[in-house]
């Protein structure tokens, strides 16, 4: 799941504490501890009791550094402050809310080459001056990894900075669609309307909308951004948007949309060359704080040529070993890490076949029973418990993880939903849960 707030943030540098110490010293010393803000390099962290901070501070510090590197990818020191003033900490979460990591991805921290450098301008072009004729629509389009999000939230960042106050609104394809079904939904239940769903994507400057392809044959959902599209277009308001390969490519994409894309700029993103990757090992490095031989910089990018995300990942395990180790990686090392992040790139049904195994050995019933349509409480559980764990732990959306499982994606969604609801006063539900996904993370 993509991580969206600083509670979310903390949530998982917590998950990367527990890897390292203790259930009990975790709840001894770090339980209690809560994030207030990202603030000139440190993450601010606060404590309601003096003795304790010290404690903290002497002791776990070393370990907060690296879980918070594991999971942002950035250099950013722990600072324990110890707040007795609960208005200050309520004034301290309600400065940070919102901040999120879209707020990381700039146009200065973009590694530029000969894959990306025409996309990269377009972008660059359109932040400068949102709604220039010949910018608009900005289609960017290219595999998966290769920077598209990267510069649709460089956009957002920059218009953000240089137009406050412009309304941007920035959103998945996947997200727009839920959000008009539950428009839908509460709409027949007296709890709002289609309008308000209008309003927020109609009232605004500038729409960015990532893989939007997840539209493609859903016709109430085309349909209702065929008619968001024209309001804004006609309005002169900026629209960008991101796909996995050319409109033309996509059979079950609207005629209209496709004709309407097709009158703006498009921008193709192919996977990095050797120069760009080894610019994006040594930026990557240089955020996280850590240095890395040449020899060791070449390699990885002779060998992670698909994407930028096996780049990241590879940095992330070296800056956790440099940490964790206090030693300089050799080529040994680094070949061991990227068999690890080759796996963690594994094929997402291979991904839902080990949930569904996993889940029905520690629930005591088959593969086959999961995927059945029977309807016994244990069963439902599972069946709720698996479909939760693909949501968490791949990046498939609820239609896919439904295909996996044979049902739509609207029986996905309610399940989820339902599990969340249901783990929030079940703890010994919510390690179990947390088990299941930390052995399906040491099996890869």
């Known amino acids: 799941m993509p991580i969206q707030s600083l509670d979310d943030i903390w949530d998982a540098v917590c998950t990367e504490c527990k890897k390292s110490i203790s259930e009990v010293a975790f709840n001894c010393f770090l339980k209690d501890l809560k994030p207030l803000s990202l603030d000139n390099g440190e993450f601010i962290i606060s404590i309601d009791n003096e003795y304790m901070r010290g404690v903290v501070e002497q002791n776990y510090t070393g370990v907060l550094t690296t879980a918070i590197k594991n999971v942002m990818g950035l250099d950013l020191k722990p600072r324990i402050v110890f707040e007795d003033d609960e208005e200050k900490i309520l004034n301290a979460e309600q400065y940070s809310e919102g901040l999120t990591f879209e707020d990381f991805f700039t146009f200065d921290n973009f590694i530029v080459g000969s894959t990306n450098r025409f996309a990269q301008a377009a972008s660059f072009a359109v932040a400068e001056n949102p709604a220039m004729e010949n910018y608009n629509p900005l289609v960017i389009y290219g595999n998966s990894g290769v920077g598209k999000t990267h510069l649709l939230l460089a956009i957002k ?24 079904i539950q428009a839908l939904q509460e709409g027949k239940l007296g709890l709002g309307t289609i309008d308000d769903f209008r309003t927020k994507f109609r009232g605004v400057d500038v729409l960015l909308i990532d893989d939007i392809h997840f539209i493609a044959g859903k016709e109430q959902t085309q349909e209702e951004f065929f008619n968001t599209f024209n309001t804004l277009y006609q309005n002169n308001k900026q629209i960008v948007v991101t796909l996995d390969r050319p409109p033309k490519e996509i059979k079950t994409l609207d005629e209209r949309i496709r004709s309407r894309f097709e009158c703006g700029l498009f921008a193709d993103i192919t996977p990095p060359d050797f120069e760009t990757r080894v610019g994006i090992i040594k930026k990557k490095a240089e955020q996280s704080g850590i240095e ?85 409480a244990s069963l439902a559980l599972a069946r709720q418990v698996a479909m939760y764990i693909a949501r968490e732990t791949t990046e498939l959306s609820y239609k896919a993880i439904g295909e996996s499982f044979g049902k739509d994606h609207t029986t996905v969604l309610y399940n989820v939903n339902r599990i969340e609801e249901f783990l929030k006063d079940k703890p010994y539900e919510k390690e179990l849960v947390d088990d299941i996904i930390k052995n399906l993370k040491s099996a890869v």
């Open 157 to 180: 960042n920059h218009i953000k900075k240089k137009f406050p106050n412009k309304k941007i609104v920035y959103t998945r394809g996947e997200d727009f669609t839920n959000q008009l």
């Open 292 to 376: 890395l031989e040449e020899n060791v910089i070449f390699y990885i990018a002779e060998h992670l040529n698909k994407n930028t995300r096996q780049i990241e990942g590879i940095v992330k395990k070296l800056t956790a070993y440099i940490s964790l180790q206090n030693k300089v990686p050799t080529i040994a090392v680094v070949q061991g890490f990227i068999r690890d992040v080759i796996n963690d790139m594994q094929p997402e049904p291979r991904k839902i076949e080990k949930i569904i195994s996993e889940v029905a050995r520690t629930y005591n019933v088959s593969e086959n029973d999961i995927l059945s349509n029977r309807r016994t």
